[in-house]
């Protein structure tokens, strides 16, 4: 079975680190693109950031550029989220997603695997 | 970064209605939109790719239309199962974008 697991979430203090882990199954993960996603209690979904299969492209939503670090370890099939200078905007469930390509005249790309998040309070 | 606006953010539905829900792009993307259905404590799933691309598994209800800048959820015959939230998720460049999101209730 294709399967997400996040974990690391929890109570963190304002200013503090945090490290999320996602662990995948059920597919070669090194073949594909991996995201993670999150969103605020109450309100809807935003796009964090993306690696590619290699780790040699990542993007991020600017409002975390310069505090969050995505990385992976394809041997351990593990997509991480390193999370610092974290405030109370950051507070969030927080998801892993696998990101497919479909390559047509162009590529278009969506996530089609999801974990179930792991959720981050940030306190102050 | 690109807008999504998504619309409405609510609308009210009975069991067997037609629903259709809009994202309207700040910029035009080709077909580069997806849509995704979200319940209440769940993580989201696909429904739609590419802007007309039916996930495998999903209903046949579902369909996905558009180009440039308006993209198009519909659904027919709305079930019981498919009161949820609806996003729909720009990937022509970063940042990916969300549009706000369209609350299905019954």
């Known amino acids: 079975e294709v399967q997400l697991e996040e974990s690391g979430g929890g109570l963190v203090q304002r200013g503090g680190y945090v490290r999320l882990s996602c662990t995948a199954s059920g597919f070669s993960f090194s073949s594909y693109w991996m995201s993670w996603v999150r969103q605020a209690p109450g309100k809807g979904l935003q796009w964090v950031a993306n690696i590619k299969q290699d780790g040699s492209e990542k993007y991020y939503v600017d409002s975390v550029k310069g505090r969050f670090i995505i990385s992976r370890d394809n041997a351990k099939n593990s997509v991480y989220l390193q999370m610092s200078g974290l405030s109370a905007a950051d507070t969030a469930v927080y998801y892993c997603?696998?990101?497919?390509?479909?390559?047509?005249?162009?590529?278009?790309?969506?996530?089609?695997?999801w974990g179930k998040g792991t959720a981050v309070t940030v306190s102050s | 970064a690109i807008q999504m606006t998504q619309s409405p953010s609510s609308l009210s539905a009975s069991v067997g209605d037609r629903v259709t829900i809009t994202c309207r792009a700040s910029q035009d993307m080709r077909i580069d939109v997806s849509w995704y259905q979200q319940k209440p404590g769940e993580a989201p799933k696909v429904l739609i790719y590419a802007a007309s691309s039916l996930q495998s598994g999903v209903p046949s209800r579902f369909s996905g239309s558009g180009s440039g800048t308006d993209f198009t959820l519909t659904i027919n015959s709305l079930q019981p199962e498919d009161f949820a939230t609806y996003y729909c998720?720009?990937?022509?460049?970063?940042?990916?974008?969300f549009g706000q999101g369209t609350k299905v209730e019954i």
């Open positions: 997603a696998r990101a497919r390509v479909v390559a047509r005249e162009y590529y278009y790309y969506y996530m089609d695997v």
């Open positions: 998720l720009q990937d022509y460049n970063y940042p990916w974008t």
